[in-house]
């Protein structure tokens, strides 16, 4: 993606000019436009970033179903939440404001919300950079039409040395708050399968303010609305619709006790008390069952600083941190909702960032010195929101929240928090399987469960009916925290290995055309061919949109099977191109395809994740995965004897007529099939008088034709016998045939 960034050229109001020059010391900094967008999209997670950390909308509908079994998905609005760096809050004690106020206890947003709040202002334009440029990908339609598929709008720019480590995407973008804070943000993900499921955000705070900011906290928080889950709507599932995973959540902090190995905070679904029976999992009833909330949202600490540092050998990750973790719908002190819309709440909002909400209800066997929220799936109770005021059905902004501090956070000084968000669940496959067992009553129990009774969740959960069935398709459910769990794990190694996993391939370019021989599948990807490791492509295909249908592997080829050779994808000729004839499928049918380029890990890879040395990687889902459908053209003959006229005769009253026949705008239709793959075509009156001649020559070398029963001077013709000649353009001979119209 393009970002450009301008020097702001319209007056800003007086009262922001003086919070310019406030927070700027001696000197006015430069300040560029700010509200530019770009999105994260390079694995199974996307999100989108805001320059300046506020609030914009993401075109991510396009996408609805694409890639439907890979799990897609991500919010359609940056809406104040920290996925990809909005939602920071900040406060400190005794803070002077731009107009001058001291404010004994004082708490900032992240984006303007009134003359009290001036947001943030960005100071270094925003970067976006890919490691690959969007792979070019034609998909042959209607006939012998060409058009290219572009999965990606307003892809990165490519440019592998901006990478971190072997990551996919990068953005970057250097803001200053109201408080003096420059919030300096890096965020990067992944392609690759064992690592395409979260985004990392980077974040280094920069005391500018020329004073020291005491007992400072730094807040961020992370929910799961305004997301689209790219999980299929064909067929419709509107009867779950009104059901938003985000108002119905249980949620489970991580890394609170003694004993914890990771810092992750999740939530999952839980059940519509309103509603009959159970709905964890929000089943698809029209879908036999399948359940389409299956995955937990989580985000993990990888790093905290200790104390405010200058020297960067001084950061110090502070296990503790964050020290504060509570879940509302929004910021909330008991019941009353404070956006610091005056000078007046920013104390409630200090009290808020500073421990108050989280001694409700407060976790039991916590670290000394921390208040963390008693996670609402450890009440023991079957209702969600019964234990915790800030939780409310009527609401879909639940979030989960995490406050870093107190620092003495001294001018010139620095704090660092690494942190990364993602999805983990049951895959789509199993989801679908265990809807449709426990519809039917079959469902069995999940194995190896840590507790027979409540699987993953906490030894007092407290499932929604009695009825075992529910119980054993939550504890289903349940399996999702141990995936959970894993990913983290998986992060964390990432993290402590500075980045470096095993990189993905490049994506190959591809063109799919649908022929008389099958679908025809070009592809080429010299730099994946190039890198150590080069395993060799898989093809994979599924055969409709529908929400159950999968995509499968339907060719493999190991590097030693290749045989290179000149291929064109669009206006690009690659010598070291291939070719694949997919002949397994049915004349009419609809199939998408997508080919991936594969390496295998060294099985001593020092980076790679335990248990991953040896795997192939293959490149990246959203590159190369065709929206668009191709359907295999009606086969070719062999002989000019084969050639059949349909229907024949042909009577424009007959209720009988073909589907494809039945189907035409116009009625009057005569097709030919099993066609050489070139030929002429002349179509003579009884008499001998010539009406029509039909060059038969297409590129999808399709075997029929489809005669719209004009002549060459475009009249319908009449009632009569018909005699059509077909001679073969390779010098095949010549083949006589008669058909009858009745109108």
């Known amino acids: 993606m393009k970002v450009f960034h301008k020097m702001i050229q319209k007056p800003f109001p007086a009262i922001l000019l003086l919070a310019v020059m406030l927070l700027s010391g001696t000197a006015v900094q430069t300040l560029y436009a700010d509200g530019q967008t770009a999105a994260i999209r390079a694995g199974k997670f996307w999100c989108g970033v805001v320059d300046d950390g506020g609030i914009a909308t993401f075109e991510f509908s396009s996408y609805s179903w694409f890639p439907a079994d890979y799990n897609t998905m991500g919010p359609t609005m940056q809406d104040g939440t920290s996925q990809t760096g909005s939602g920071y809050v900040m406060g400190a004690t005794n803070w002077t404001d731009p107009l001058g106020n001291v404010i004994p206890k004082a708490a900032i947003l992240w984006s ?17 950079y890919t490691r690959w440029p969007l792979p070019l990908n034609y998909t042959l339609q209607s006939g012998d039409t060409e058009v290219e598929n572009k999965q990606v709008e307003d892809w990165g720019n490519p440019d592998a040395s901006k990478m971190i480590g072997t990551s996919d995407q990068v953005i970057e973008v250097t803001t200053l708050n109201e408080m003096g804070v420059e919030i300096h943000r890096k965020i990067f993900a992944w392609s690759q ?14 005391n500018k303010s020329g004073k020291t900011l005491t007992d400072f906290y730094f807040n961020q928080h992370q929910a799961d609305y305004y997301m689209v889950k790219a999980q299929g709507r064909h067929p419709s599932i509107s009867d779950i619709t009104a ?3 985000g108002r119905y959540t249980w949620q489970h902090y991580y890394g609170a006790r003694p004993g914890d190995s990771l810092r992750v905070f999740y939530m999952y679904h839980a059940d519509n008390p309103e509603l009959a029976g159970d709905q ?5 009833y029209n879908q036999d069952g399948r359940l389409f909330e299956k995955d937990l949202h989580f985000y993990t600490i990888l790093h905290a600083s200790e104390q405010p540092y200058t020297n960067e050998a001084g950061d110090v990750d502070d296990w503790l941190q964050p020290r ?14 404070v956006y610091a819309k005056t000078n007046a709440d920013r104390p409630k909002l200090y009290d808020y960032l500073s421990g108050y909400s989280a001694t409700i209800n407060p976790m039991e066997g916590t670290f000394e010195g921390t208040f963390h929220q008693k996670p609402n799936d450890e009440f023991g109770s079957e209702s969600w929101d019964s234990e915790l005021p800030g939780l409310g059905r009527a609401s879909t902004f639940h979030a989960r929240y995490a406050t870093f501090g107190p620092y003495q956070f001294g001018d010139g000084e620095k704090l660092h928090f690494v942190y990364a968000s993602g999805y983990a669940g049951l895959s789509l496959e199993k989801a679908k399987e265990i809807g449709e067992k426990w519809l039917a009553g079959t469902l069995e129990e999940p194995p190896d469960l840590p507790d027979a009774s409540t699987g993953y969740y906490p030894g007092n959960f407290a499932f929604p009916t009695a009825d075992e069935n529910n119980n054993r398709k939550n504890r289903w459910l349940s399996t999702g925290i141990d995936s959970v ?48 490791g080069f395993y060799g492509y898989r093809i994979m295909r599924r055969n409709s949109i529908q929400d159950t249908v999968f995509y499968e592997e339907v060719q493999r080829f190991t590097a030693d099977m290749l045989a290179a050779e000149q291929v064109e994808i669009g206006e690009t000729t690659f010598e070291n191109g291939h070719v694949f004839i997919d002949t397994d499928v049915l004349w009419g049918g609809s199939y998408y395809y997508y080919v991936q380029s594969g390496v295998q890990v060294d099985a001593n890879d020092p980076n790679a994740y335990p248990g991953t040395g040896g795997d192939i990687l293959w490149s990246g889902r959203v590159y190369s995965t065709s929206r668009l459908e191709v359907s295999p053209e009606r086969p070719v003959g062999s002989e000019l004897d084969d050639i059949r006229i349909v229907p024949n005769p042909y009577y424009i009253s007959d209720d009988k007529l073909p589907p494809y026949v039945q189907s035409a705008n116009d009625p009057r239709h005569i097709m030919f099939f099993n066609l050489p793959p070139a030929c002429i075509i002349k179509l003579f009156t009884e008499s001998g008088d010539l009406i029509k001649t039909i060059r038969h020559e297409p590129l999808s070398k399709s075997g029929y034709y489809e005669w719209n029963m004009l002549t060459d001077n475009q009249q319908a013709i009449s009632s009569g016998i018909y005699i059509a000649v077909f001679e073969a353009l390779n010098g095949g001979g010549v083949a006589y045939q008669k058909f009858i119209v009745v109108r």
């Open 193 to 206: 399968q064992n690592h395409d499921n979260y985004i990392v955000v980077d974040v280094t705070l920069t």
């Open 243 to 245: 059901q938003d995973a």
């Open 485 to 532: 769990m894993a990913s983290v794990s998986r992060i964390k190694w990432n993290y402590e290995h500075d980045w470096q996993v095993p990189m993905a391939p490049e994506p190959p370019h591809m063109w799919i055309q649908g022929t008389g021989e099958g679908t025809e599948i070009r592809w080429a990807a010299p730099e994946a061919e190039a890198m150590d």
């Open 324 to 337: 504060i973790t509570d879940v509302y719908s929004r910021p909330l002190v008991g019941l009353t909702e």
């Open 280 to 284: 964890m999992g929000l089943p698809v």
């Open 112 to 128: 303007p919300d009134s003359d009290y709040n001036w947001g943030q202002m960005v100071t270094v334009p925003m970067t976006n």
